[in-house]
């Protein structure tokens, strides 16, 4: 493994207690950072601050952030225990149900929306301006590949992660001048939870998509991100970077 120097940074990971937020937070503990995990399940935050603990400092917080004032209130928990926030990675997500476009309720494909795309805008929101207070910061949007082609019987998830690489673009150009940057990251399918929300029809159609036939391991996510955090990643900004296993070509 090579080694990303975090040394010294607190980083909010959400979607923290498992899939990918869980291994970016192995891997910031072993790059130096200390880590907050947001999560909505209370038990599963547990469990996995226990696990993580051995590594270093580790902060919980129980957060929807489909609620402003629960993102804002975990800031400032945040805040408040660690002195500042150096690094967020927007984890949290889910998959919807594998419908065709006409047949999702109208309040299903609000909740995968309100969840994927308007949680990150609202982590952002809260997080950016604790950033700028020492014109510092790593900012990294967890989006698909299905951002970036639509998956069918996945339009509101790829609607919702296509939402989430404009608003990288977006807040990335909008803090060019200072100390923050924002980016996203596009992996294809991984063996994570999300998986159980969708049929193995749909697994099947995503896997032979990957031109390196397998899923993407969190663990290489984690890698990338990693970097993504690091001061190094610093000419670099409202950018995607591909982790699809060759599927997506720009």
């Known amino acids: 493994m090579n080694q990303i120097d975090l040394q010294g940074k607190v980083a909010v990971i959400t979607g923290g207690a498992r899939g990918i937020g869980y291994a970016v937070a192995q ?13 909505v399940l209370a038990e599963k935050l547990a469990e996995s601050k226990a696990a993580l603990s051995t590594k270093g400092k580790v902060g919980t917080c129980v957060v929807d952030i489909r609620k402003d004032e629960s993102v804002g209130a975990a800031t400032k928990a945040a805040v408040a225990e660690f002195g500042r926030i150096d690094l967020l990675v927007n984890s949290a997500g889910i998959a919807g149900s594998p419908f065709k476009t006409w047949e999702y ?23 950016v301006p604790e950033m700028m207070k020492n014109d510092y910061g790593r900012i ?42 924002v980016n996203a990251i596009t992996p294809a399918a991984a063996a994570t939870d999300i998986l159980k929300q969708v049929n193995q029809q749909h697994i099947d159609y995503m896997l032979a998509k990957i031109p390196m036939g397998r899923l993407v391991k969190v663990e290489e996510l984690a890698a990338m991100i990693a970097w993504m955090a690091s001061e190094e990643c610093s000419f670099t900004t409202g950018s995607v970077f591909d982790a699809s296993g060759g599927r997506a070509v720009y």
């Open 27 to 39: 891997r910031f503990l072993d790059s130096g950072a200390s880590v907050v995990l947001w999560d």
């Open 105 to 127: 309720s109208s309040a299903e494909f609000r909740d995968v929306i309100d969840i994927n795309l308007n949680g990150t805008f609202r982590c952002c929101k809260a997080v």
């Open 140 to 181: 990294i949007n967890i989006a698909s590949i299905a951002g970036k082609e639509g998956n069918p019987n996945a339009s509101a998830y790829s609607a919702s992660k296509a939402g989430v690489i404009g608003l990288t673009k977006s807040l990335g150009k909008e803090l060019a001048t200072t100390g923050i940057r």
